[in-house]
């Protein structure tokens, strides 16, 4: 059975940091490009950041550059999200997917976890 399933979502202040963390199970986790997107309600969504199956490639949406941070651990089968200076409107709910390679699209991903919420107040 395929698992994802994320942590570290909650409430923070503007400026501040979290760690998101997503454990899988039941993946060959080290042949998995792995991703998070977010999406806030009413919207699409959409890409954040994305770490190819060694670690050596990663990806990020523009609006995250500089103060996000992807990063795996094959050992640990997890992958990360380090959020630092959060705005208001990265206030979402963070999912982490699965797929044979990196992609912008969600409809390229296998698997998903069922996503934490992060909130981000002013």
């Known amino acids: 059975q395929v698992q994802l399933v994320e942590s570290g979502g909650g409430l923070v202040q503007t400026g501040g940091s979290l760690r998101l963390s997503c454990a899988t199970s039941?993946?060959?986790?080290?042949?998995?490009?792995m991703a998070w997107f977010r999406q806030v309600q009413g919207k699409e969504r959409e890409f954040v950041a994305a770490?190819?199956?060694?670690?050596?490639?990663?990806d990020y949406a523009d609006f995250v550059k500089g103060r996000f941070t992807i990063s795996r651990d094959n050992a640990k089968t997890t992958v990360y999200l380090q959020m630092n200076s959060l705005q208001p409107e990265d206030t979402a709910v963070y999912f982490c997917a699965a797929g044979g390679w990196s992609s912008v699209l969600p409809r390229q991903y296998d698997y998903w976890g069922q996503g934490t919420q992060v909130t981000v107040s002013s």
């Open positions: 770490i190819s199956r060694s670690g050596s490639n990663t």
């Open positions: 039941g993946l060959t986790f080290s042949l998995k490009a």
